[in-house]
């Protein structure tokens, strides 16, 4: 059964730092571009990042995670992470880890998810 499991999110206060982790079951990272979005109450669903294993893995960000958020893999663990440092109350979400063909998936409607995670709490205090 393919699988995206989600641990690590949590109440931190603002400054503070919180790493997502994104465990891959039924797949290979090796076939898919991989990241998180996220997703405030009221508000629509925004990509965070994404990286895609299967060509250079570099990372890319999002305006509100540049310079703040960075996105690992970790191919003989089948798992992605997302280190969360200098966190925003706006920052509160639930974060939600997927995959898909391309990293286009999370910058176009056009270029479908193929596997989304269950989704993790992130609070950040003021």
């Known amino acids: 059964e393919v699988q995206l499991v989600e641990s690590g999110g949590g109440l931190v206060q603002a400054g503070g730092s919180l790493t997502l982790s994104c465990a891959a079951s039924g797949f290979s990272l090796d076939d898919k571009s991989i990241g998180w979005f996220r997703q405030a109450p009221g508000k629509e669903r925004e990509s965070v990042a994404c990286l895609s294993t299967s060509t250079d893995g570099t990372p890319y960000y999002s305006d509100p995670a540049e310079g703040r958020f960075t996105l690992s893999s970790d191919g003989a663990k089948n798992t992605v992470s997302l280190q969360m440092n200098s966190l925003k109350p706006e920052d509160t979400a639930v974060y939600y880890c997927?995959?898909?063909?391309?990293?286009?998936?999370?910058?176009?409607?056009?270029?479908?998810?193929?596997?989304w995670g269950q989704g993790v709490q992130v609070t950040v205090s003021s």
């Open positions: 997927a995959a898909a063909k391309i990293c286009g998936a999370f910058y176009s409607d056009f270029v479908p998810v193929d596997y």
